[in-house]
């Protein structure tokens, strides 16, 4: 039986205890919070669970092998750094750390100590982004064109990470789960409202060496909330909607044909549109399946997919996204 704790019982927190508690194969020892009405909301929910103020009652503690840690992004590396020097595995909320040098150490820590990271990645734990993993590695799709994601909503605004760090880690991460390239340069744009010194609109282009490319939309400011995502390939184009209840995902017969090699140069071509149609996805709850996977790694020893490296790959354009904003949009190489 694997026991946990949880550091942080504000917004996910609750979504995490919750799912740690309903596994069979672990047990959830305490809660921690230093807001006395989360920790309030947490002793109502689980009265016989340790609801504690103070986070090294939990870190220290020697009844716990794992350590949840949903918190601000500001306060990850302490936090999961002192966890796994005190021997526990962590299960850490996106995106996985502030920058990347304290993302190569917690690595380096949890490799030494032999412990297992995992990046709160939930999406690619979902039906839809199996489906679509699926697709493209059985090359249902084709060759890849491009990537194109747009996450907008009102609000809501964050106080220490800008909206590339807030909304765009999770279409980033769930392309670099999807996608078997790395990208070569990232160039971002942006603009900041309301006198505050982070961008809530932003627009992050990724470049690749084989003309493929991904384009993300990010808002803080937009009036309706969409979570819509296109994959293009030569064979077939996928549409994701996220708000979508039934069909989630739409796969479309549509492209271009180029018939003849003289064709390239006197742009002769066919557009293909054929028929469309919705797979059966899995309906189990995400974050309930990864937490599971998770649980199921650390007993059999196995390197978990959304690990340390996944989450230092995603910071690494994050921390990039940074630099061209700052810039102006300017290239920067990966």
Known sequence: MIKVGVIGYGYWGPNIARNFNIIESAKLIAICDSDKKARERARKMYPYVNIVANSDDIIK???????????????????????????????????????????????????????????????????????????????????????????????????????????????????????????????????????????????????????????FNVNW??????RLTLIGGDKKMVLWNDLESDEKIKIYDKGVDIKTVEGKYKLLVDYRSGDMYAPKLERKEALKTEIEYFIECIEKNKRVINDGYAGLRVIKILEASNKSLKKFGRYIKL
């Open 61 to 215: 503690s020697k009844d716990i092998d794992v350590i949840a840690i949903v918190t601000p992004v500001s306060s990850h590396f302490n936090l999961a750094k002192k966890a796994l020097q005190n021997g526990k595995h962590i299960f850490i909320e996106k995106p996985f750390i502030s920058n990347s040098v304290q993302g190569e150490e917690l690595i380096q820590i949890a490799e030494k100590k032999k412990l297992t990271i995992m990046v709160d990645h939930t999406y690619i734990f979902t039906g839809s982004i199996k489906k679509i993993k699926e697709l493209i590695d059985n090359k249902i799709v084709g060759n890849l064109f491009y990537y194109d994601s747009t996450r907008v909503n009102l609000g809501l605004f964050q106080h220490d990470v800008n909206v590339i760090w807030d909304l765009a880690v999770h279409d980033v991460a769930i392309m670099d789960f999807l996608i078997n390239k790395k990208p070569v340069a990232v160039s971002a744009t942006g603009s900041k409202h309301f006198c505050r010194d982070l961008e809530d609109v932003a627009f992050l282009t990724l470049y690749f060496n084989d003309n493929f490319i991904a384009h």
């Open 221 to 226: 400011l937009s009036p309706v909330k969409i």
